[in-house]
């Protein structure tokens, strides 16, 4: 059922007065402009602001969480700083892909969809990336490294963290 | 005035005021255009596209549950292609749909079911292609399965229009799409009433009362166990629909030998205790209204537990205005284990207290804490009127050929003002047929007063007292209580005096935990039932009832007294839901 995000970290919700302000005569019918204001701002929709949402804009928060989960843009756990999409399109599935994303899953530890505790990166999928004479490829952020083997995945991550 | 406007449908010619839907119109002509998501409780959706239907010069096929009809509007329902595509509709839903009806809570009273019958489906040629979630128990009340849920979104409309309460939702997307209160939580984990409408709403098995029939029938076959039931007003005019009667059939007599023939050792009504809480409440209201340091006005009954878990929920610093009176039910358990008990000389610890209602709110009301007056839970077990007809059917009563029987003496005599406690408006004129002959000493010119009967969802009236003039409100339906909360907050602006509130629309005539109801004037013929009930009884004002004036003579000494308060008050509390307690918990 959806992901729910952890709601223990620390959400300044000041930082959504500017928000608030600027659609402030918009009402209701700002919702979506909000939230996309709010994820700008946070990375993510923490379910602290998404609250301070329904309060400020008078909906319930059942149905801002319908309008959430709808939409692909809008995600309720923070991502990392680094989004890393492992592509498993034809190309890279016949060139073994599958082994590249089990590298990454163990190099960082979490499955595909999920962060790390760091916030450092983020693994997700995708079907194609566009550059197929590069099987297996990935990109990170807006880096793509192809003609990838499992055991160079480790040295390229070192690269982004810092 | 609207316009009329004539459509033809099916070569037929229908004038009808205009704004109408083809569907509307269609049943004026005797046809039946299949809905699933239609409902005549909530405004149209057309989402689950199962009364599609021709209309000349459409492009595509139109939903006429939806759809306005027009001057000159040609439509058909009953073409090749129409009758192809309602199959498909269906034969998709039914693809993602568990094929467990007969192990289902609606076998046999499922609107898919009756659908995938009726439009002749003989074969499912897709797959499933929607994931398996996990079921939802954790509502003390309700058991929500969104494997079987249709995406009709009726529980979505009534829950936030209706009830303006909004715990459901849709979420997510495609095939993952699902109805779900927010962030994926249960129903017990978030600011649900328990009113249960959901569950009467729901076409399919997707919403259901959690059911307590085993544990009621284990203590009925424990010899060491007493156990006594009590059935609440609206149970009487309602339970004959799950046997075939018509709603509003008055089935008191078959009830009762029913229960005593499923086992029950005593069998009596909360119509008494209804009564009882008429004595407290008119008893209290007159203090209140005669000192205000008594206690807030205006004061607002509490006998609904839907609307005090929503008072509680959305209105916590409000809840001095609530009589401190328990709901019959609990001042039926209280007395039960209490005054019945040493009447009887029964060990109360022996007791087995099982009460049928219409609600599925009572389910969570008897396990309360604070109710727990006799040293004992006051009442142990809560069974719905379907519940009871589940009951009956298991137990082998044959409904239509058992004979009636009396309730058992003690508890067991209850008014006409104690019977209509089950409709909209029925407590306050019960409340008002004892305050107005306590205060003036005369008798009511009138009894039935009509002036606080009605349907409408927030009615006002005036009473005179003796020269002082009482002004009353009634809401039904927590959209409409939340308008009387709201007034209240702005200071009371009518300057009403009482008020009374029952979380379902109607009452508990319609209650979450009655029979569904297929027929569009369920509630009203039901409400007839009662007020019908009210003629026929012996006694129609709660103090002339002989069994509560023995009570107060002989145990309670008084009402709003010492003994009274300590068995038949309670205190509410301030249950507001943050949203972080919930999720973090």
Same mark, same amino acid.
């Given at each position: 059922?959806?992901?729910?995000?952890?709601?223990?970290?620390?959400?300044?919700?000041?930082?959504?007065?500017?928000?608030?302000?600027?659609?402030?005569?918009?009402?209701?019918?700002?919702?979506?402009?909000?939230?996309?204001?709010?994820?700008?701002?946070?990375?993510?929709?923490?379910?602290?602001?998404?609250?301070? /949402?329904?309060?400020? %804009?008078?909906?319930?928060?059942?149905?801002?969480? *319908?309008?959430? =989960?709808?939409?692909? !843009? $809008?995600? +309720?756990?923070?991502?990392?700083?680094?989004?890393?999409?492992?592509?498993?399109?034809?190309?890279?599935?016949?060139?073994?892909?599958?082994? /590249?994303?089990?590298? %990454?899953?163990?190099?960082?530890?979490?499955?595909? *969809?999920?962060? =790390?505790?760091?916030? !450092? $990166?983020? +693994?997700?999928?995708?079907?194609?990336?566009?550059?197929?004479?590069?099987?297996?490829?990935?990109?990170?952020?807006?880096?793509?490294?192809?003609?990838?083997?499992?055991?160079?995945?480790?040295?390229?991550?070192?690269?982004?963290?810092? | 005035?609207?316009?009329?406007?004539?459509?033809?449908?099916?070569?037929?010619?229908?004038?009808?005021?205009?704004?109408?839907?083809?569907?509307?119109?269609?049943?004026?002509?005797?046809?039946?255009?299949?809905?699933?998501?239609?409902?005549?409780?909530?405004?149209?959706?057309?989402?689950?596209?199962?009364?599609?239907?021709?209309?000349?010069?459409?492009?595509?096929?139109?939903?006429?549950?939806?759809?306005?009809?027009?001057?000159?509007?040609?439509?058909?329902?009953?073409?090749?292609?129409?009758?192809?595509?309602?199959?498909?509709?269906?034969?998709?839903?039914?693809?993602?749909?568990?094929?467990?009806?007969?192990?289902?809570?609606?076998?046999?009273?499922?609107?898919?079911?009756?659908?995938?019958?009726?439009?002749?489906?003989?074969?499912?040629?897709?797959?499933?292609?929607?994931?398996?979630?996990?079921?939802?128990?954790?509502?003390?009340?309700?058991?929500?399965?969104?494997?079987?849920?249709?995406?009709?979104?009726?529980?979505?409309?009534?829950?936030?229009?209706?009830?303006?309460?909004?715990?459901?939702?849709?979420?997510?997307?495609?095939?993952?799409?699902?109805?779900?209160?927010?962030?994926?939580?249960?129903?017990?984990?978030?600011?649900?009433?328990?009113?249960?409408?959901?569950?009467?709403?729901?076409?399919?098995?997707?919403?259901?009362?959690?059911?307590?029939?085993?544990?009621?029938?284990?203590?009925?076959?424990?010899?060491?166990?007493?156990?006594?039931?009590?059935?609440?007003?609206?149970?009487?005019?309602?339970?004959?629909?799950?046997?075939?009667?018509?709603?509003?059939?008055?089935?008191?007599?078959?009830?009762?030998?029913?229960?005593?023939?499923?086992?029950?050792?005593?069998?009596?009504?909360?119509?008494?205790?209804?009564?009882?809480?008429?004595?407290?409440?008119?008893?209290?209201?007159?203090?209140?209204?005669?000192?205000?340091?008594?206690?807030?006005?205006?004061?607002?009954?509490?006998?609904?537990?839907?609307?005090?878990?929503?008072?509680?929920?959305?209105?916590?610093?409000?809840?001095?205005?609530?009589?401190?009176?328990?709901?019959?039910?609990?001042?039926?358990?209280?007395?039960?284990?209490?005054?019945?008990?040493?009447?009887?000389?029964?060990?109360?610890?022996?007791?087995?207290?099982?009460?049928?209602?219409?609600?599925?709110?009572?389910?969570?009301?008897?396990?309360?804490?604070?109710?727990?007056?006799?040293?004992?839970?006051?009442?142990?077990?809560?069974?719905?009127?379907?519940?009871?007809?589940?009951?009956?059917?298991?137990?082998?009563?044959?409904?239509?050929?058992?004979?009636?029987?009396?309730?058992?003496?003690?508890?067991?005599?209850?008014?006409?003002?104690?019977?209509?406690?089950?409709?909209?408006?029925?407590?306050?004129?019960?409340?008002?047929?004892?305050?107005?002959?306590?205060?003036?000493?005369?008798?009511?010119?009138?009894?039935?007063?009509?002036?606080?009967?009605?349907?409408?969802?927030?009615?006002?009236?005036?009473?005179?007292?003796?020269?002082?003039?009482?002004?009353?409100?009634?809401?039904?339906?927590?959209?409409?209580?939340?308008?009387?909360?709201?007034?209240?907050?702005?200071?009371?602006?009518?300057?009403?005096?009482?008020?009374?509130?029952?979380?379902?629309?109607?009452?508990?005539?319609?209650?979450?935990?009655?029979?569904?109801?297929?027929?569009?004037?369920?509630?009203?013929?039901?409400?007839?039932?009662?007020?019908?009930?009210?003629?026929?009884?012996?006694?129609?004002?709660?103090?002339?009832?002989?069994?509560?004036?023995?009570?107060?003579?002989?145990?309670?000494?008084?009402?709003?007294?010492?003994?009274?308060?300590?068995?038949?008050?309670?205190?509410?509390?301030?249950?507001?839901?943050?949203?972080?307690?919930?999720?973090?918990?």
């Amino acid at each position: 059922m959806g992901s729910t995000s952890p709601t223990g970290q620390n959400v300044d919700l000041a930082r959504l007065d500017a928000v608030f302000d600027k659609y402030k005569d918009m009402a209701k019918g700002s919702l979506i402009p909000v939230l996309q204001a709010a994820q700008d701002t946070y990375g993510y929709l923490p379910i602290k602001a998404l609250d301070a /949402i329904a309060k400020q %804009l008078a909906i319930p928060i059942s149905q801002i969480y *319908g309008v959430v =989960t709808f939409y692909a !843009q $809008f995600r +309720l756990s923070p991502r990392g700083k680094h989004i890393i999409r492992s592509c498993q399109g034809t190309a890279c599935h016949v060139r073994n892909s599958a082994r /590249i994303l089990e590298s %990454l899953k163990t190099a960082l530890g979490i499955a595909p *969809g999920g962060t =790390t505790e760091d916030l !450092q $990166f983020t +693994l997700e999928t995708v079907a194609c990336i566009g550059c197929c004479s590069l099987a297996p490829v990935m990109m990170i952020d807006t880096d793509a490294h192809g003609r990838l083997r499992p055991d160079r995945v480790p040295k390229i991550l070192d690269s982004y963290s810092n | 005035m609207s316009k009329n406007v004539t459509v033809t449908i099916d070569s037929q010619k229908v004038t009808v005021p205009a704004g109408v839907t083809v569907w509307g119109a269609a049943r004026k002509l005797g046809i039946n255009i299949p809905t699933l998501c239609h409902h005549f409780d909530v405004k149209p959706y057309s989402g689950c596209r199962v009364c599609l239907v021709e209309v000349k010069g459409g492009r595509a096929l139109a939903a006429a549950c939806s759809f306005p009809v027009s001057d000159g509007l040609e439509i058909y329902t009953n073409t090749p292609k129409v009758r192809e595509a309602r199959r498909l509709v269906v034969e998709l839903l039914l693809a993602n749909h568990p094929h467990d009806c007969l192990t289902c809570d609606r076998n046999q009273n499922c609107e898919l079911q009756r659908l995938a019958l009726d439009l002749g489906v003989k074969e499912i040629r897709f797959e499933k292609s929607k994931p398996t979630w996990e079921i939802d128990r954790t509502s003390p009340s309700l058991v929500r399965d969104p494997n079987k849920c249709v995406l009709c979104g009726r529980c979505v409309r009534f829950c936030s229009d209706k009830q303006t309460c909004a715990v459901y939702t849709f979420a997510n997307r495609g095939f993952s799409s699902i109805v779900t209160p927010a962030f994926g939580k249960g129903l017990g984990e978030v600011a649900c009433t328990l009113c249960g409408q959901c569950s009467t709403i729901c076409p399919v098995g997707a919403i259901t009362v959690k059911d307590d029939t085993e544990a009621v029938l284990k203590a009925i076959d424990d010899p060491e166990k007493i156990v006594i039931v009590q059935t609440a007003p609206s149970v009487r005019v309602a339970l004959g629909e799950l046997f075939g009667q018509a709603p509003g059939s008055i089935v008191t007599g078959k009830m009762v030998a029913g229960l005593k023939r499923v086992g029950f050792d005593r069998v009596l009504d909360t119509n008494f205790t209804a009564d009882v809480t008429i004595m407290e409440e008119a008893t209290e209201f007159l203090h209140r209204l005669g000192s205000p340091d008594k206690g807030k006005m205006p004061m607002i009954t509490s006998c609904s537990p839907g609307w005090i878990n929503f008072m509680e929920m959305f209105y916590p610093d409000l809840v001095e205005h609530h009589s401190t009176c328990k709901s019959p039910q609990q001042i039926f358990g209280a007395l039960v284990k209490t005054f019945y008990a040493e009447r009887e000389k029964i060990d109360p610890a022996r007791i087995v207290s099982v009460s049928i209602m219409p609600c599925t709110a009572k389910k969570f009301e008897c396990t309360r804490p604070e109710m727990n007056a006799s040293g004992y839970q006051d009442v142990d077990y809560v069974l719905t009127t379907r519940e009871l007809g589940k009951l009956f059917k298991s137990c082998g009563v044959s409904f239509d050929d058992i004979k009636p029987e009396a309730y058992d003496p003690v508890m067991g005599i209850g008014t006409g003002a104690g019977t209509i406690f089950g409709n909209t408006g029925g407590v306050m004129e019960a409340a008002l047929r004892t305050a107005y002959e306590v205060v003036t000493k005369k008798t009511l010119p009138a009894l039935e007063l009509t002036a606080v009967r009605g349907m409408a969802g927030l009615r006002e009236a005036e009473i005179d007292l003796d020269g002082t003039k009482i002004k009353v409100a009634i809401a039904h339906g927590l959209g409409n209580a939340r308008k009387v909360m709201e007034a209240i907050k702005a200071g009371n602006p009518n300057n009403w005096h009482f008020i009374e509130v029952m979380a379902c629309p109607g009452g508990c005539i319609s209650g979450g935990g009655q029979p569904i109801a297929h027929d569009i004037n369920y509630r009203a013929k039901r409400t007839a039932g009662l007020y019908e009930d009210d003629r026929q009884l012996q006694f129609r004002k709660s103090h002339e009832n002989p069994e509560v004036k023995a009570l107060y003579a002989e145990y309670l000494k008084e009402p709003g007294g010492h003994m009274s308060h300590k068995l038949l008050h309670t205190t509410f509390h301030n249950a507001h839901m943050d949203l972080f307690t919930v999720l973090e918990s």
